[in-house]
């Protein structure tokens, strides 16, 4: 099956840029597609961005502009670049997989950013 492990989260101040990484394992074929979601304290899990394996990627409206999802399949990692942040995207963010971006099936355990002066 899948395993999905990300890095690259911390404590940036407002206006700063972060790099997300999701290191996967596992048929490619599970990981057609795969994404980023977030969960902040309280709130429910919400979609930030996903991209399937000819690149076609989507955006939540809130990170449009500022947040770039990539991935490089020969190192089986996604990236998410994280521009000009701000407080609101503080949050876990979480990566995810499978075989359309409607369902999602396998998940890593999740980065913490946070982002404050």
């Known amino acids: 099956q899948v395993q999905l492990v990300e890095s690259g989260g911390g404590l940036v101040q407002p206006g700063g840029s972060l790099k997300l990484s999701c290191a996967a394992s596992g048929s490619i074929f599970s990981r057609i597609a795969m994404g980023w979601y977030r969960q902040a304290p309280g709130n429910q899990r919400e979609l930030v961005a996903t991209i399937i394996l000819g690149g076609s990627t989507n955006y939540a409206d809130s990170v449009k502009g500022r947040f770039t999802i990539s991935r490089d399949n020969a190192k089986n990692t996604v990236y998410l670049q994280m521009n000009n942040l701000n407080p609101e995207d503080t949050a876990v963010y979480y990566c995810?997989?499978?075989?359309?971006?409607?369902?999602?099936?396998?998940w890593g355990q999740g980065t913490q950013v946070t982002v404050s002066s």
């Open positions: 995810g997989a499978g075989v359309s971006v409607a369902k999602f099936i396998y």
